[in-house]
């Protein structure tokens, strides 16, 4: 793969941008894969739903915890190599979820995972901004929907190959992660010819005329709208093949799938956001994103299995559609601190997802299935704090 390190300005690295978005394919995959198998690690060592939640609350939040960390790092140092060394991470968190023989192994390999997740996504969100030709929203979403789109994909292979295989097959994913590794090293390459190119450029500084103060709010305002999205996918992630079986005596394979459609609707719309997000400003995508899917989430627990699938699409489509936005929208208010950005709102996602699926899994334990996602119906009520957010206008100004 030959990789030309033109100004990020010039023109749109298209290759740069495949190469990027198919490893956070790669990347999400493994990720998935966690959340997807988590019906057969239970019943093979008797999880109980605090423990399957536990187990996300250990990767989201080793993510969460490290990835603004990096991002502050690299914003001042780029490491260019570091991308294959986050995958190998991943790599050796997969070996050991697919061998571990107790509940604390099942976790350290979790823990791996959120590790390289940290290091993933801030230098590569960086790389998709510096590769889009001034095209931020399209370059934001066309890496963000290779990582949907494992996510997506990740169910489907637990289903037809880990679920009648068993366990140890997760091992077979290493190639994966090993393929990404060598992409991720040709990406690093041209990275770093680029950052030595631009090393005597003036540092990039505040283009707008906000005060320090609103800027702040703006930003916890962006994280609430994260956490509400977040929460209410971690609630799908973790916990929707067990509602299915619950209330539609599903199989695993059935309950999968469906898991499948949720999370291949969530690719489609982190595209769609992304592309009407630089064409009218990534604002109206927040607004109609995360408010707009209210009615939906409000009928979900109370429908028919048809109706349960349909609404699985437009609900993906919908609330993924803000994530790109919501990051583009976060670095304009912060100009020259990409990776902080993508560390804090990556990080954060993780974070409060896996704060939520651990949440969610006391609740389930003691309320039932049912219960979560009735409550889960009314996070994005938390979308109206938009109304805070400084318009677009200001942020030409």
Known sequence: MSLSATSPAARTSWLVLVAISLCHMINDIMQSLLAAIYPLLALEFDLSFWQIGLMTFAFQVTASLLQPLVGLVTDRRPMPQSLPVGMGSTLCGL????????????????????????????????????????????????FQVGGNFGSALGPLLAAFIVVPLGRPSVAAFAIMALIGMVILNRVGL???????????????????????????????????????????????????????????????????????????????????????????????????????????????????????????????????????????????????????????????????????AAVLGVMADSRGIAWVYQACAFLPLLGLLTIFLPSQAALRS
């Open 190 to 356: 041209w990275y770093g010819t680029l950052t030595r190119a631009s090393a005597g450029n003036a540092r990039l500084t505040q283009t707008h005329g906000l005060a320090r103060n609103r800027v702040i709010w703006a930003i916890v305002v962006l994280a609430i709208l994260t956490f509400s999205k977040n929460a209410y996918t971690a609630s799908i992630a973790s916990y929707y093949t067990f509602f299915l079986i619950d209330r539609f005596d599903l199989g695993i394979v059935p309950a999968q799938q469906m898991l499948f459609l949720f999370l291949a609707a969530s690719a489609a719309g982190v595209m769609l956001g992304g592309l009407i997000g630089d064409r009218f400003g990534p604002l109206v995508v927040i607004w109609a994103s995360i408010v707009g899917v209210l009615p939906f989430t409000l009928m979900l627990p109370y429908v028919g299995l048809g109706m349960t699938a349909i609404l699985s699409v437009v609900i993906g489509v919908i609330i993924a559609s803000a994530f790109p936005a919501i990051v583009v929208y976060a670095q304009t208010l912060l100009p020259g601190r990409v990776g902080l950005v993508a560390g804090i709102f990556f990080g954060f996602a993780f974070g409060m997802g896996g704060i939520a």
């Open 95 to 142: 070996i050991l979820l697919a061998y571990a023989d107790s509940y604390g192994g099942l976790l350290m390999g979790a823990m791996l995972i959120g590790i390289g997740s940290a290091v993933f996504h801030p230098e590569s969100s960086r790389i998709a901004r510096l590769a889009s030709g001034g095209k931020y929203g399209t370059a934001q979403s066309l």
